[in-house]
């Protein structure tokens, strides 16, 4: 366990590091935030009728999700991980007297956390102090706030956890390119990065709830808005727990399967 | 002397095609890959139209804007960007070459700097976003019933044309400020990837501020709203036609920059 530390706060130092990129960022999130507020703000004056959440709750999610978007943007996927799987690095990574999947989780773990930490404040921040429809409301209760955080992060472990499936099945391609296309867009899609679940039809909303996606940013994003509470909100958590364990024991036996097939060619 | 410069654009023009077949020849060595990559950018932008998709699902309408009609406007947004991201991609990868000091290679070349920077990257792979573009403008056409007349016609070509300036001009000021910076700024890309984003709805839906300062700063609104609205029938006068091609005066400044950037330019050494 302290070696997964080390690698943990090894790679949480290294992510600090990258300031002007994290400003950079900032404004960037910031920006795209604002644009889809508008979008949704649009359409809300259109039809304020068929809107499946209050406005102020669709805001604090915009908000929230901008700030977090080191957490579960599925594109934030690690490329070193894929360029040592196809130019043999790895060979080096397999010497050492530790599990591929653990390292590489808690290295992934520790990048997305480096990351939203630095940019999530700011964002945050500027977002509070926002006019009233357009700005972050405060936690509406003690109680929901620690829902939030908790499954914020089973959220993010889901969502790690699911990147190590792709870095794992990348094993058994000779281009990873594909595939980590194809994952990252149906996750974007699929877990509410492009619009929230319930603006979808309800009969499709219900099956992609179910799926992993969903216990992504959905459900932490949702319950703090105040769009998801109560027995839902219960039984979103424990879905989450479901699909975490699942995940990770398919990842780590594909892994572990494919630790023993790969084949370094020289280099 | 006009002949002479006829002749000397004639050769650039040769030269250029001859950039774009060796950049082709090279990217069909890997056919696979080209696929891929192909498929990929029809995925991402597919992700965003079926964005649009669902939320027409649950709304009938955005500010006066249907379904079809958004369709409409975000395929041809799609279409201006993938067309200058195609042709002036070498612009977005400029960094590595000012960073690398193969830029000393294109200024003692007895050829504008400019065309060989063109030259030096020609994305097929934007097919597959335009593939998407070239559908969904199809099934707008079909949907909105326009009266087609040759204005109307025109407005579509001068928006593509238009649009592809601009976004080449943002691509440009981009790898001027590489210049300067030596590494290429994120925050540029709200300008380009937020509009091709953002522009996927008329831009008169996000209010009067912002109309105003795609109008008059960057002109978005040049090849998108106001084109649109005559494309749509909702605005008459002739005027909306040739717009777009205003858009097209935004390469001045841009291209006033990139010579100050060349001026400023010290070789990073290596």
């Known amino acids: 366990m302290r070696k997964y530390l080390s690698f943990f706060r090894l790679r949480f130092s290294m992510g600090l590091q990258y300031r002007t990129a994290a400003l950079a960022g900032i404004t960037t999130q910031f920006f795209w935030g604002a644009m889809e507020i508008m979008v949704f703000k649009a359409f809300y004056e259109a039809e304020p009728e068929s809107f499946p959440m209050t406005f102020e709750a669709t805001v604090s999610y915009i908000w929230l999700q901008q700030a977090f978007l080191a957490f579960f943007a599925a594109w934030m996927i690690e490329n070193e991980i894929f360029d040592a799987i196809m130019d043999g690095n790895i060979a080096y990574e397999l010497c050492r007297p530790i599990g591929i999947y653990h390292m590489w989780f808690s290295r992934s773990l520790a990048n997305r956390l480096s990351r939203a930490l630095l940019r999530c404040f700011p964002i945050l921040l500027i977002a509070a102090m926002l006019p009233a429809p357009y700005g972050l409301h405060g936690p509406q209760s003690m109680l929901r706030l620690l829902v939030s955080l908790l499954t914020m992060a089973l959220g993010l472990l889901v969502t790690v956890a699911f990147c190590m499936l792709i870095y794992s099945l990348t094993f058994f391609t000779v281009s990873p390119k594909g595939l980590q296309i194809l994952f990252t867009s149906a996750v974007e899609f699929l877990s509410g990065g492009v619009i929230p679940l319930p603006f979808f039809p309800e009969r499709i909303q219900r099956i992609m709830e179910l799926l992993p996606f969903a216990s992504m940013q959905n459900v932490p994003l949702r319950i703090y808005g105040g769009s998801m509470w109560g027995r839902e909100a219960v039984n979103a958590v424990c879905l989450q727990c479901i699909w975490l364990v699942v995940l990770i024991a398919g990842g780590s036996s594909l892994c572990r399967y494919a630790e023993k097939k790969v084949t370094i060619q020289g280099g | ?270």
């Open chain 2, 1 to 270: 002397m006009i002949r002479r410069r006829g002749a000397a654009c004639r050769n650039s023009l040769r030269l250029y095609k001859h950039y774009i077949s060796i950049n082709v020849r090279s990217m069909m060595q890997y056919k696979a890959s080209f696929l891929l990559t192909a498929m990929g950018q029809f995925l991402v932008s597919f992700n965003v139209f079926l964005g649009i998709f669902f939320m027409f699902q649950r709304f009938s309408r955005v500010k006066d804007f249907s379904y079809s009609e958004v369709l409409l406007c975000f395929s041809i947004m799609l279409l201006e960007f993938a067309l200058a991201e195609m042709w002036a991609r070498g612009f977005d990868s400029f960094s590595g070459m000012v960073r690398s000091g193969s830029f000393d290679r294109v200024l003692v070349r007895p050829r504008s700097e400019i065309l060989q920077v063109l030259g030096s990257k020609f994305e097929l792979t934007r097919i597959g976003r335009m593939l998407q573009a070239i559908v969904m403008f199809i099934y707008g056409i079909i949907q909105c019933d326009i009266s087609w007349t040759f204005a109307r016609i025109c407005t579509v070509l001068f928006m593509l044309v238009g649009g592809a300036c601009l976004f080449t001009g943002l691509f440009m000021v981009y790898a001027a400020l590489c210049f300067f910076t030596l590494e290429g700024l994120e925050f540029m890309n709200v300008l380009t990837d937020g509009a091709r984003e953002y522009g996927k709805y008329p831009i008169g839906i996000y209010g009067k501020r912002i109309l105003q300062l795609t109008t008059f700063v960057i002109p978005y609104a040049l090849v998108q709203y106001y084109p649109l609205l005559y494309l749509l029938g909702k605005r008459s006068s002739p005027v909306y036609i040739f717009l777009p091609l205003g858009a097209g005066l935004f390469l001045i400044p841009c291209y006033l920059l990139w010579r100050v950037g060349v001026r400023h330019y010290k070789s990073s050494g290596s």
